[in-house]
């Protein structure tokens, strides 16, 4: 199998949680996850992206993954700012070095970066560059929804990694600017949600009430697209994704090693697309923490 490094980055949210607007199958069970992880290494994948807050994911990842067997980068934070004292984000770190049985992680990402902006945020700062400084940690950084908070975050200390949200309905970290800016400062760019939480993916027979009361303009383009173009929606929002120059990883998450092979297999192959522009700003369609569905 082709060895060469792949820009694709193993997720793990439905490592530890039942995660994700089209998943029907709840958490991966521990047999897959092995085979997810077998294949991942084979086919190139050398990052898998997990957090605290993703239920048992981290002991799930270490209980099958060697030292060292990939860049394991984990987010922080979730609580942090609550009754902080010193030493809460290097013994955090700790704790997550151990669950995922890692000597040292390639980067630790606060998964609420606005904690940097409060009373605690130069002390976390502060345990996080000691970390690095140590070697515990090769790279800082920060996983945000939207581009805004990263010109507050950047005044405070140099990122290493940021991770945003990128669809082809969220363009937001291309359209303010902010890629070209982390790439000349040298920052790290991974990219999450390719599928919208597998909204991009769902039939349009499936497709929850909510969104076709709100964003009909939209949804039509995107199946109008789908149709003409003759191409299935995982093909055209991960092709949408890879062929973002800027873009150093794309963070998936998969249910199986079959869901697997079909996103590396989409990788290998090279087709010209010429995309719809279907970019939106409305926090209420692109931040799925905003949806509505009940």
């Known amino acids: 199998m082709n060895k060469t490094t792949s820009k694709l980055a193993l997720g793990s949210a439905n490592f530890g949680l039942d995660y994700g607007l089209a998943?029907?199958?709840?958490?991966?069970?521990?047999?897959?996850?092995?085979?997810?992880?077998?294949?991942?290494q084979?086919?190139?994948?050398?990052?898998v992206d997990t957090a605290q807050a993703y239920g048992d994911s981290e002991a799930r990842i270490g209980s099958l993954c060697d030292d060292g067997q990939f860049k394991i980068i984990t987010k922080i934070g979730v609580g942090l700012e609550k009754?902080?004292?010193d030493h809460n984000a290097i013994n955090s770190v700790k704790q997550s070095c151990r669950r995922l049985n890692q000597s040292r992680l390639y980067a630790v990402m606060l998964?609420?970066?606005?904690?940097?902006?409060?009373?605690?945020?130069?002390?976390?700062?502060?345990?996080?560059?000691?970390?690095?400084?140590?070697?515990?940690?090769?790279?800082?950084?920060?996983?945000?929804?939207?581009?805004?908070?990263?010109?507050?975050?950047s005044k405070l200390f140099k990122l290493d990694i940021v991770q945003v949200p990128f669809n082809i309905f969220d363009q937001q970290i291309l359209s303010s600017g902010w890629s070209e800016k982390l790439k000349r400062n040298g920052v790290?760019?991974?990219?999450?949600?390719?599928?919208?939480?597998?909204?991009?993916?769902?039939?349009?027979s499936s497709l929850p009430?909510?969104?076709?009361?709100?964003?009909?303009?939209?949804?039509?383009?995107?199946?109008?697209?789908?149709?003409?173009?003759?191409?299935?929606?995982?093909?055209?929002?991960?092709?949408?994704?890879?062929?973002?120059?800027?873009i150093d990883k794309i963070v998936v998450g998969v249910d199986s090693v079959s869901q697997l092979k079909a996103l590396v297999e989409i990788e290998k192959t090279?087709?010209?697309?010429?995309?719809p522009i279907l970019r939106c700003d409305n926090p209420n369609l692109i931040h799925p923490l905003k949806w509505n569905l009940v």
């Open 111 to 153: 998964h609420r970066p606005e904690v940097l902006l409060g009373s605690q945020g130069s002390a976390i700062a502060r345990e996080l560059q000691t970390l690095k400084e140590q070697g515990v940690i090769t790279k800082i950084g920060i996983s945000v929804y939207s581009p805004e908070i990263i010109a507050a975050i």
């Open 83 to 85: 009754e902080y004292v």
């Open 209 to 246: 009430d909510y969104f076709v009361k709100h964003w009909p303009t939209h949804f039509d383009a995107w199946y109008k697209f789908l149709n003409e173009s003759r191409a299935d929606a995982l093909n055209i929002a991960l092709k949408f994704a890879l062929k973002q120059d800027w």
């Open 188 to 204: 790290e760019i991974h990219t999450r949600s390719v599928f919208l939480q597998g909204l991009l993916l769902m039939k349009r």
């Open 23 to 40: 998943n029907k199958s709840g958490k991966v069970s521990v047999n897959d996850l092995a085979d997810i992880l077998f294949f991942a």
């Open 270 to 275: 090279s087709v010209s697309i010429d995309f």
């Open 42 to 47: 084979e086919a190139g994948i050398d990052v």
